[in-house]
């Protein structure tokens, strides 16, 4: 059967395509976006889940924008004002994907930073939307590009991750912040703000959502796959009640709702009193994991290799001296460490930064020490080093 | 913000929208297709449930196709050829919606038969197809009809559900599955045949699924929702592995993968040594319903109302005399009874034969004979019955 044009165009996820591989014994991950297994908060969640076989009701079908408990609690939770409403997704994922598909005409201009997450390029992508690439820069999108994308490409959504960017790491300062949502106003441009990684800060003062600047402006997208399980699934899309309405329609069609009890598991561990010390814990282990990979990395990676401090989330983004970051990242797979090339990041055509991705939150501190002497001597064999 | 032309033209659906009124205190409700929420399989689950959390691996991101024990469970389960796979989705409404969007571009022919399934008219229309309706008659779509539209209009897809077909209530002859596999097979029509209601046959001869007359020329959707519970959202698609791949690519952008407990409280659910007898229990009490709702309606509705007797499933198909469908319903609803116009099972612009669709398994005994009365005061009222 021939495939629809829009699918035609797009990649399998590269990162999906891998897991498998890089699951496989005795090869170390820094390849998936996984948090740490080990410190799941399971024991948070046992009662839970022992307790869904006493309520019946949780098993019928329900209301398409999630159950009822939970949408009043993320109301109070973020504080929505009367006009703004929740639709609870099987993951964030699913909410950017009914935002293209209710949103997003082929053509249609949708604004990303360079690089992106793939799975925004994906979702995009198959809407067949037409993505206009700014440049990222240290603390966050470029705003003299941004400015002029803005006012001379009259784009319809520009889709951001402030908060420890995939790929890159990199945060948002307090004046980007603000100075985006006032674009955002100006030129009538839907912000869509993606925060699976906000709660995941070990250092520095955490910021204000963008959106906070511009409530009525954006869509806000968070996950529960970073700080809870991303096995579940959850997660969930807030913003103008207008803008929730359209994505409800698509969900009906889509999977008519996401699973009741799984909702209703994830509101008692949310609400659990030790729930806000379970982050913690995964913070100050995050932290301590990135600190020693850090070092490791900074120690040992042959010069012309490069990365930015991070103040939390998942990911460093290392640059590379000049290379074929396919050839390296397969070469690490053969020396038993798996990474991401900087090229799936990108659209297709764009020019590329040669580096990797690489996550450090779902292997130990010794695991990390391993992964970087693995990848250090395929850099050495890959890449023309200095 | 605007909506995509595809979104523009769907109707929200008129089910899941007055599900909140039909679960109001007083009302009985024949509208939704809900399975008894009292007759969950809930103790079979209960063990399940509770050893989830002595499993944090099924809580970590897994594979887009699924849990690997619950693919492997339906492969042998559903005797799946060397060369065929399953992807379990969020439901069999989210396997629909990815063959859609992996298949079906603007404009391309889908054929179903009028009424329609209410969810694939939404998943096509979403998907801008050209679809072609065929009539339905007691056991199966018109042949001719059909054979005339695979000869001369060249579809793409037929979507198909030849078990106690919702919202009618047909169950295709052997006859009528052997002829539509070899016209998909002739006319290189790919049958999606959607079987929800399969396992709830109580009485009659269970008959060979259509694909099982042509297995490469179709993709069968199973769903759970009937058998074991709905809001669990499960649901798996099968076929040529050539076919299910494109879907796996699209769900990575949807949603990444369904979720892994449920899965795995799926698997342990359909394994149990008492889910036979459940379903078996399931059968009977639908059929005493059944039997009871339709011994009602025959001695209590007026003249020029009309319903075919159903073998098994969730529906009775009444026809009626001249009226305005919705008026009806939506007078049914302020009497108490909720139910669903014939209107909405059928494209827009289409000639409809004014009836409505009655669930009986979701109301006990009791319920239903109220249920009937209620509802022939309201269509003595509003239908120009003799």
Redesign the interface.
Known sequence: ???????QQ?Q??YI?EI??DAQAPGVISLA?G??D??H?P??L??KS??S??QN?????????AGYGPLLDYFRSQFKLPEHHESLV???S??AL?LIA?????PSDKVVMEAPSYL?AL??FG?AQANIVSVSQQADGPNLAELEACFAEQSP?LFYAVPDFHNPTGVTWSLEVRQKVAQLCQQYKV?LIEDVPYRELRFTGEMLPLVSSFCPDQALVLRSY?KIA?????MGVVSGKSE?IA?L???K???????????QAVLLDLITHPDFPSHIEKLRVLYQERYLSFAEQLQAKLPQGCHFNPVEGGMFVWLTLPECDDFALAKAALTNKVAVVPSSVFYKKGERITPGLRLNFTNATAEELVSAVERLVDVIKQECKTA
């Open positions: 059967m021939e495939l629809t044009h829009a699918l797009i399998p996820s999906r897991l498998r998936g996984l948090p297994g080990d799941f399971i024991a969640m046992e889940l022992a869904l076989a019946p009701a949780l098993f019928q079908y329900g209301q398409t997704c099987t993951g994922q699913q994907d598909r209710a949103y997003v005409n799975g994906q979702v198959l319809k839907t796959s399980t991303p096995g579940m699934r803008w359209p409800v329609k698509v009906q069609s889509a999977d008519l709702h996401s699973s009741i009890p799984m």
